[in-house]
Nanobody, 128 residues
């Protein structure tokens, strides 16, 4: 079992920044890729960003590329999502996810079913 706890959400004005953190506990040595997804009211949960086990590969959805940066600290079992130049359309609940199997390529990392564990989510609200 892996437990994931997100933090760092909040209310920010358009153009501002937030940094989300995801702390993992439990069988963290068995984790592979880590990802961030988001879900706005009335919409499907969508992929935001992901990072490989080593941190050497990162993947981003087109609408956040260049604005968001994902990173991980395996020694501290933490994954971060730095979000800059935030827009009102970034408003959503953001979820951290952990995959317990090897994943290869964007198609795998962006697929919700590639992930085995999910956090409870943290709300991000961007005002215009």
């Amino acid at each position: 079992q892996v437990q994931l706890v997100e933090s760092g959400g909040g209310l920010v004005q358009a153009g501002g920044s937030l940094r989300l953190s995801c702390a993992a506990s439990g069988r963290t040595s068995s984790m592979y890729g880590m990802g961030w997804f988001r879900q706005a009211p009335g919409k499907e949960r969508e992929f935001v960003a992901a990072i490989s086990r080593s941190g050497g590969s990162t993947y981003y959805a087109d609408d956040v590329k260049g604005r968001f940066t994902i990173s991980r600290d395996n020694a501290r079992n933490t994954v971060l999502l730095q979000m800059n130049s935030l827009k009102p359309e970034d408003t959503a609940v953001y979820y951290c996810a952990a995959a317990m199997d090897y994943c290869l390529g964007y198609g795998c990392y962006a697929y919700r079913d590639s992930y085995d564990y999910w956090g409870q989510g943290t709300q991000v609200t961007v005002s215009s």
